[in-house]
């Protein structure tokens, strides 16, 4: 009598993100779904280059809607738990600031220009000291501020992070009654400031007509802007009145142009020492 030829037992399935059993098409763990042999199919790749699309352009139209429209519904949202339905506080506040940084470094237009500051120097010392270096480095002043512009705006890119954690800090301080953990406070932080910069971004429209230089008008026109913002915002996330609202909002972006204006003139500063003192 000849025995029948058994079938070698398959090998178990695991995850291969978290090397977990798979009883499924998705892993129980983590729920990755492993590559089949229609994934790795011309077209079950764009089927799913389009999926991951598709789903990632509706996030981001949702979020831009809440950041604009609903001010404060984010961070309520985020802190409910419920991360899913928009683009996280972190990516949206890195893809925003990206986008500004980008504008405001295109070629004619510099968020940060030392040839500003120098000719509103009345007396001119300033611009006098960055000749007399250009020379005995044998630069045109115009290359010296171009050298100094680029260690600027590297400087001021780094630091302009701590926009973020300093913001926070004044929320804390601001909302100190209320015993919030400082992470609520930093999340509300990056909302806000995804607000601002996506702001400077849509005003960069004017400044690439009109040149990078202060405009009394736009100014009122942002501040009202952030006002109008945090008043709405700040009794959705932190449960304050209206009134008590319009007073802590004034003082939040007073804190936040403070915090501005100091690290401006510390990578300033920055920026020259490691421009000047280059051998």
Request: proline letters at 5%; a positive charge.
């Amino acid at each position: 009598m000849t025995t029948p030829i058994q079938a070698p037992a398959e090998k178990p399935r695991t995850c291969p993100e978290c090397v977990a059993p798979l009883t499924g098409t998705y892993c129980h763990q983590c729920g990755t779904r492993p590559l089949g042999p229609h994934d790795l199919k011309l077209s079950g790749f764009l089927h799913e280059g389009l999926h991951e699309l598709t789903h990632f352009d509706g996030k981001i139209f949702s979020t831009l809607r809440a950041l604009i429209f609903k001010p404060g519904l984010l961070t309520t949202e985020y802190l409910a738990g419920r991360k899913k339905r928009y683009v996280l506080p972190l990516r949206l506040f890195l893809v925003i600031f990206a986008l500004n940084l980008f504008l405001y470094t295109r070629p004619g237009i510099a968020l940060y220009d030392m040839r500003y500051i120098a000719k509103n120097d009345k007396q001119g010392v300033l611009e006098k000291k960055l000749e007399s270096n250009a020379l005995k480095r044998n630069l045109t002043k115009d290359q010296l501020y171009d050298q100094i512009n680029e260690h600027w705006q590297k400087d001021a890119s780094f630091f302009q992070f701590g926009d973020v954690f300093f913001f926070a800090i004044c929320l804390a301080l601001v909302f100190y009654p209320r015993r919030r953990y400082f992470v609520e406070h930093l999340i509300f932080s990056l909302h806000t400031l995804s607000f601002v910069f996506l702001l400077g971004s849509v005003l960069w429209l004017y400044y690439a007509f009109r040149g990078l230089h202060p405009d009394l008008v736009l100014a009122l026109i942002s501040f009202a802007a952030l006002l109008l913002y945090l008043w709405r915002a700040i009794p959705r996330v932190y449960g304050t009145s209206r009134g008590i609202a319009l007073l802590q909002a004034f003082l939040l972006i007073v804190g936040l142009e403070i915090t501005r204006v100091f690290f401006i003139c510390f990578t300033l500063v920055l920026a020259l020492i490691q421009t000047l003192h280059k051998h």
